[in-house]
T-cell receptor, first 109, second 112 residues
Framework: GDSVTQMEGPVTLSEEAFLTINCTYT??????LFWYVQYPGEGLQLLLKATKADDKGSNKGFEATYRKETTSFHLDKGSVQVSDSAVYFCALDDYKLSFGAGTTVTVRA | EADIYQTPRYLVIGTGKKITLECSQTMGHDKMYWYQQDPGMELHLIHY???????EKGDLSSESTVSRIRTEHFPLTLESARPSHTSQYLC???????????FGPGTRLTVL
């Protein structure tokens, strides 16, 4: 079945550092790909998405490109802030949403 | 801003109690979902609904039940809570199956 493999955490960074969270997927069809973020004590929020190969999703300085050839959707941010501390989930949506295990990111001032 | 609500936000109860976790959305979405989130943060789909009077079990077996009598309301019930039910429960909705899902803030349930 469809599945998502996400880089394990936790990840601890200093402010203004570069962040990459790896995500690869397995799917039989042509799924949409998502990154969701969960701040402490809250539900999940959509961060960005891409619906077809080579699409780039971007939001709040985060970017991810749908790479069909490598079945990947890595999340990048060039300069993180303390407010980016959260759990990040990669997900694919073929006929239902399948989540990765989540990566906890902590940014220190 | 998504308009999906869950109550209560936190609940601590004793073993054997019957509980209902409420989820409501004001977006008119047909599709609604319940996820269980374990301490390691991984999410597991336990129930979903494609519309009124439609309910299906998800990937993770759960002793809970759901109902969908109204479009906006998708409550989850545990007839007899046990400590193994201690978890965070997240409700979500979407307009279409492959659309963005909007999540509520979650209910953190502790069963003593």
């Amino acid at each position: 079945g469809d599945s998502v493999t996400q880089m394990e955490g936790p990840v601890t960074l200093s402010e203004e550092a570069f962040l990459t969270i790896n995500c690869t997927y397995t799917a039989t069809g042509y799924p949409s790909l998502f990154w969701y973020v969960q701040y402490p004590g809250e539900g999940l929020q959509l961060l960005l998405k891409a619906t077809k190969a080579d699409d780039k999703g971007s939001n709040k300085g985060f970017e991810a490109t749908y790479r069909k050839e490598t079945t990947s959707f890595h999340l990048d941010k060039g300069s993180v802030q303390v407010s980016d501390s959260a759990v990040y989930f990669c997900a694919l949506d073929d006929y239902k949403l399948s989540f990765g295990a989540g990566t906890t990111v902590t940014v220190r001032a | 801003e998504a308009d999906i609500y869950q109550t209560p936000r936190y609940l601590v109860i004793g073993t054997g109690k019957k509980i209902t976790l409420e989820c409501s959305q004001t977006m008119g979405h047909d599709k609604m979902y319940w996820y269980q989130q374990d301490p390691g943060m991984e999410l597991h789909l336990i129930h979903y609904s494609y519309g009124v009077n439609s309910t299906e079990k998800g990937d993770l077996s759960s002793e809970s039940t759901v109902s969908r009598i109204r479009t906006e309301h998708f409550p989850l019930t545990l007839e007899s809570a046990r400590p193994s039910h201690t978890s965070q429960y997240l409700c979500a909705s979407s307009e279409q199956i492959t659309d963005t899902q909007y999540f509520g803030p979650g209910t953190r349930l502790t069963v003593l």
